[in-house]
């Protein structure tokens, strides 16, 4: 391997190769003399080389470590020496000046020729810098052509790899217009306000009392100035087209603190905080939320225990969502307690900011919207990534079909499986243009400036999403918008809809809106969650010697069905201080364990606990007697199919099961053994089987768990809390 530089980088990387023996031999050489002959003494390479026709003649691997402006003379020199199918790549900041030069030398981008660029670095430099773990958990980006050769991109992202860096791929344009934004930009305005201040007359007393934001702010002004001077003019297109976008947004702070703002302060300020603490989370692409199927949690359960105490579980996902969404939607300043800090109603929270609605928190379940009115957003300024949330996707295509502007929704793995075409189509009914992906699936572009007319809509199935789909879009619609449903769903849009002024007429299975009208603010209180709360009713029902008590409890009756099937079943719940807040029925819940029997699932119990039926298939395990749940085919829409995933998971714990196309039939009374589970990134799939170890013999490992962050942030607490054995292992 030749190292033409022997700089920061350059000397990072040659001895990095030779910590991890990447290669045979690493020779360098450097213009400066000094530079090189230290090379040698502090062990950054083996051999020194006098020349670029020395050092590159006999390598496979030539890495430009220079200067970007220095480039083509480099490469002129490395020209006549480069062996037949050696690879050329470099570590420079900008890609396409690399490319431009290439192929000024060499006439073409030949496929050995890769470029390169380790996001890595530090403000000294020098060979006396270099450190052989600079690129260890820092990302390099290659940017091959599309005629690159295989094996040579195999081979050189294996020598990244072996240096500890994570590598990834991506277009020269794509490339210098992320850079320009995220790095050129940033040191560009460190160095200028630097400088702006060096250049007051008291810049003394100013330097002097400079507190650590200025230090920290301005750290990356120490930079070398040659390296940056050469990287603004090498990539001067897509730095110029970030400097403008800046000035522009500069000068509108500007303008609101002229006229004493307060509201756009406020908005920009709330938006770029939300923004920083998620910022890892953005730089892979994944607007502000995290893509949890990134990340690797997996739960480690010991058998047996009982469950005590007394918990208030996070607040209800569904009422968290549609919180945020009236409250934007609203006039005046909505505000919200309990709100569930969970990764789903996070990402609708940040879908708003990011059409301009201010939102102060989350803190400590404490939101506070300042509502924009029905026809106040605002365009964002790209997709709206909704995370795994199917109930963000639906109803927001409800209330973006309606826009004067485009918008698209995109999701993560899972949720890009899970049919749309259920809210498009009868979208498309009430005058909607909306685009899905094959089979009505995600990513859903919508195109904004479309007229909307009511339309009466008979549900085919049980659907609380379609239906507040719908309802979202009439509020905009000419004329009456009204759906029927084939058995309750959860009526949390209607109820909200009513607290917030709004009048929704319901008549038996149909509720009704007239298009025109508008929301006032309002103040919600969220309830617990009767989903997440269903996982300690079954873990407290089955663990023998238990008795918990969960507080503040959302009890709205269309979604009471986990305690009317448990108690069928014969548990022991008891219901306690039932209240009204807010316009949904409260109350404290006291579980006791008890014997459970087998029971035929009523299907009326269907739509008002179809997201407990994981748990509660744990629970007809731990029953005496068999159990048939009919007329549940939508649990293989969820965010998996919870019918497949929990027969298979329950297999691998040694628990035959029947699984029928709309349901599945428990022999209770089976042993649960020990096993690996997959919970194929589903949320209420990983939290049933951690209550499953209640009642097993074995030890239980569940993989796959970072997406119990979407419904139940602090679960793994709560349940080691109560007595359930669990670990988490894992994370970023
Ligand atoms: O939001 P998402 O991903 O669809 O979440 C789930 C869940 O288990 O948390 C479903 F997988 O809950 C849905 C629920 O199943 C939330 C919901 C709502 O808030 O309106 C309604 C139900 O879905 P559907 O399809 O019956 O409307």
Known sequence: MAVIGLGLIGGSLAKAVRVNRLAATVVGTDTREEELALG?????????????????TGSD????????RATRDVLNAVKPYLSAGAVL??????????VEDVKAVFGEVSPTVIPGHPIAGSEKSGIRAANPDLFANHKVILTPAENVDSSALMRLRALWEGCGATVLT????????VLAATSHLPHLIAFSLVDTLAGEDENMDIFRYAAGGFRDFTRIAASDPVMWHDIFLSNRDAVLRGIDHFTHDLDQLRTAIANQDSATLLRVFSRAKAAREHFSRMLSGQAYVTNNSQKQVTFRLQPGGSVTGDIRVPGDKSISHRSIMLGALAEGITEVKGFLEGEDSLATLQAFRDMGVTIEGPDDGFVRIHGVGLNGLQPPRGPLYLGNSGTAMRLFSGLLAAQTFDSELTGDSSLSKRPMGRVADPL??????????????????IRGGQHLTGIHYEMPVASAQVKSCLLLAGLYAEGVTSVTEPAPTRDHTERMLAGFGYHVHRDNGTASVSGGGTLTATAIDVPADISSAAFFLVAASIAPNSELVLRHVGMNPTRVGVINILRMMGAD????????????????????????????IPEAEVPLAIDEFPVLFIAAVCARGKTVLRGAEELRVKESDRIQVMADGLAELGVETTVTPDGIVIEGGQTIGGGKVDSHGDHRIAMSFAVASLCAVGDIEVTDCANVATSFPGFVDLALQTGIRIAAEGGE
Do not use: C, N, W
Not at 61 to 68: G, K, S
Not at 170 to 177: F, G, L, P, T, W
């Open 573 to 600: 719940i008891e219901v306690l201080a039932e209240r009204e807040i807010g316009g949904e029925p409260v109350a404290d819940l006291k579980v006791r364990s008890a014997q459970l029997k087998g029971i035929d």
């Open 61 to 68: 691997l030539v890495v430009l470590a220079v200067p970007v």
């Open 428 to 445: 498309r009914a009430m005058g909607a243009v909306i685009d899905t992906a094959e089979g009505g699936r995600p990513p859903l572009k």
């Open 170 to 177: 991506m277009s020269v344009a794509y490339h210098d217009e």
């Open 40 to 56: 040698v003494e502090l062990g950054v390479i083996d051999e020194a080389a006098a020349s670029i026709a020395d050092a590159v």
């Open 89 to 98: 790549t470099d570590v420079g900041s900008t890609k396409s000046s690399f």
